[in-house]
C-alpha cells in the first residue's frame, strides 16, 4: 500500500471518528456543518472547473453569482415562479452571460501575465457590482418562502432541513461535472487541454473553444447555484465578493483541476467553523479557522512536495 | 463710394438703435429673484437616503407651490454619498463652493458624517442633520458650533429611551417579563457597540450575547447563535445586525424551532417589504415613526398623504419625516428672521418649537457635547397585520403589544 492511500484512509478515518463524536457530544454541529460544506463546494465547483481547464483565477466568480441571483429574483417576482424553477432560465441565461465576458474580455488575456488576468477578472467583477448597484441600488432583497424554514426534530434537538439541499446540490454538480469530464467528447478534450494545452492543439482540439464551452458551463453551474442562493440569503451588490474569496481558498486547498477534494476541503472546512461557533464566544474565530486551516493544509502540501 | 459709406453708416446706426433699445427693454424687466439654495446630502442607494431626499424635495415643491420663501424661489440640490466618507465629504465641498448653498440638510450613517464634519466646521453655513447616531459624531463636531443643528437622538439619547421604554412597558403589563436578555449581534463596530451599550443600560438584567457574522459583510448562517440563544431561554432576543440579516435570521430562527417572548429587530433599517412576509408578525423593533402615527398625529398624516400622493408609495422609514423636517425647519425659522443670513437664522432656530411629521413637538437644546439637538426619543414599534404599530410612547401608541411573540 502507497503512502497515499494511508494518508487517505486515515485522512476518512479521522473525519469518520471525528463526526461520531460531534453526533455524539452535540449533533447540531455536524448538522451544520454539513449543511454549511454544501454551500461552499457548490459554489467552489465551478472556480475549480475554470481554474483546472482554462487556468484563470476568475475574480468576478462571486459577482457572477450575485448577478445570478439578482436574474433569479427578478425572473421569480415577475413571473410569479419559485427560485428553484427559475434555476433553469437563470442558468440558461448565465451560460450566455459567461461565453459574452469570455469572448470579449478573458479569452484576449489567456496568454498574458497572470497579473494581467486577474486585474481584468477583477475589473470585470467592479463593472458587474456596479452595474447591479445602479440597477436594483443597494437595498437588500431576499424571497419570504415558508419552505426554508422547515425543520426537524430528533429526541429534544430541532433543526433546518432546508439547507440539506446544498449538499445535494453540490453532490449533483460533481456528479453531472465529473460524467461530463470523463464520459463526452468535449470533456475528455476539456480534460486534455487543462493538462497541456500545447499538446491538446497540436491533435487537433479546438482550443478555444474548449476554453469558451468551459468557461460558460461553469457561469451556468454559478447561475443555477445564484438561484438557490436567494432561498436562504439577502442579496445586494456586495453580497458575492466573500464567496470568490472562499472559492479560490477552498480550491486552493483542494488542489487545481481536483473537482472531488473541493467537497472534502468544504467538508474539512465546514465541520470546523460549525465546531468552532458552537462554543460560545467563537463565531469570530470562524474567519480565522477558515483561512488558517487552508494555510495549513497548502504549507504541509508544500513540504510534502519538498520532501 | 459716399452712397455706400452713407448707407453703411445708416445700418451702423439702425443696429445700434436696435441693441441699445432691446438693451434697455431689459434692463426694465425684473430681475429674477436669487434662490435660497438648500445641499442635500445622503446615500440615495438606500431606501433612507432616497426617501429622505424624495422628502426634501416635497417640502421645496410646496414651498415654491405658495410662493417661495420671503418671495425668493427654493432650491434643493442633492449629492450622493454613497455611504462613502469620501464621497460625503467631497459633496459638502461641492455644495459650499460650486453651488454655492445657503444651508446644509442630509445625513445617514455616522461613519460618513465623521468623514464630513471638518468640511462643515470649514463653512459654518447652517447645517441640519438627520442621521449619525454616535457619540463620536458629536465629540467630533465639538462645542460651541452654533450653526450645527442635530435632529437624529444620539446613541445615548436612543439606549435612555429604551431603558424607559421597556420599564414603562414592564410596569403597564404586568405578564410581559424583561428580565433576562440575549443580545445577537454582528461582529463589527456597530453590533459591539449595540452589546457594550445593552450591557451598561441593563445591568440591573441578565444579559448573555454572541456575535454572528453579518450577512452584509459575508456571513449569513445565524444557526449557531440562535442555538445558542435557544439554550440561554431568554425573556428577550435582540438581534442587532443589518437589513440583509432581517429575514434570513427570522427564516432560521423558525428553522431552529426558537420563539422567545420578545423578539426585537435592531437594525439601522428594514427592507422594504419585511413586514409583507408572514415570519414578520410579532416582531418589535426601534424607530422614530411608522405610518400607523398618522393614525394619532395630524402632521404626521398631511406628511404621508402628500408624500403618497407625489411619489405613489409609503414612505416606510424614518428618514423621509425626517428629511422633510430638515427642510422645513429651517424655512420656518428663515421666515421668522425674515432672512438667510446665518446669525439670523441660527437665532429663530433656537426658539423654534416645531411641530414635526414624527409625532413630537421640538425645540433645541444642549445634548452631552453640542448645542443645538432636537429629537431625542426613539419609539418602540412592532410589526401587526404587516404594519408597523406604536407600542410605545404610550401617547403615541397605535395598538398594545402582541405578547409573547409566536409563530
Known sequence: MNKKKIYTIAGISAALILSVILLIIRPTILVYGIQRAGIYAAIALPMALVLGIVHIVNLAHGEMMMVAAYL??????TFGIDPLVAAIPTGIIMFFLGLIIFKTSIAHTLEAPELNQLILTFGVAMVLSQ????????????ISLDYVSASATIGDVSFGIYDFIFPVLAALFLAVLIYFLKKTRLGKAASAVGQNPRGARIVGINVDLTYTIIFSLASMIIGVFGSFFITKFSIFPAVGGTFTMKSFALVAMAGIGNLPMVIGASLVLGLAESLVMSVPHGAGWSPMIFFGLIIIVILSRSFRSKQ | MSKKLSALTMMLIVLFSSVFFLTSCKGKEEKPAEPIKFGGIWPLGDITGDQAAKAAQLVVDELNANGGLMGRPVELIVIDSELNPEKGAAAVERLATVEKVDFFVGGMS???????IPALKKYKKVTMWTGAASSTAETAVGEGQDWYFHLHPWDYNQGNSYVEGWDDIAAKFSNISIDRWFLAYEEGPFGSASFAATQTLFSDMEIDGEAFQSAALGGGDYTAVLQRAKDYNPDVFIWAGYAADALP?????????????????APPGWPSDFGDSALAENVTLYGMWAPSISKVSAVSKKFQDAYEAKYGETPATYFAPLGYTSIEIIAKAVEAA?????????????????????GETISFSPSNVISNQGFRNQKILQWQNGNQEVIWPFEFATAEPAYPFTR
Request: aromatic content about 8%; charged content about 15%; proline content about 6%.
Open chain 2, 110 to 116: 455616522s461613519g460618513v458624517h465623521l468623514g464630513q
Open chain 1, 72 to 77: 433569479s429574483y427578478f425572473i421569480c417576482t
Open chain 2, 338 to 358: 425674515g432672512s438667510v443670513e446665518t446669525e439670523a437664522v441660527i437665532k429663530a432656530l433656537k426658539a423654534i418649537q416645531y411641530e414635526s411629521p414624527l
Open chain 2, 249 to 265: 435570521i427570522m427564516e432560521q430562527a423558525k428553522a431552529v424551532n426558537f420563539t422567545p417572548p420578545l423578539f426585537i429587530g
Open chain 1, 131 to 142: 452595474s447591479v448597484n445602479l440597477i436594483a441600488t443597494s437595498q437588500p432583497r431576499k
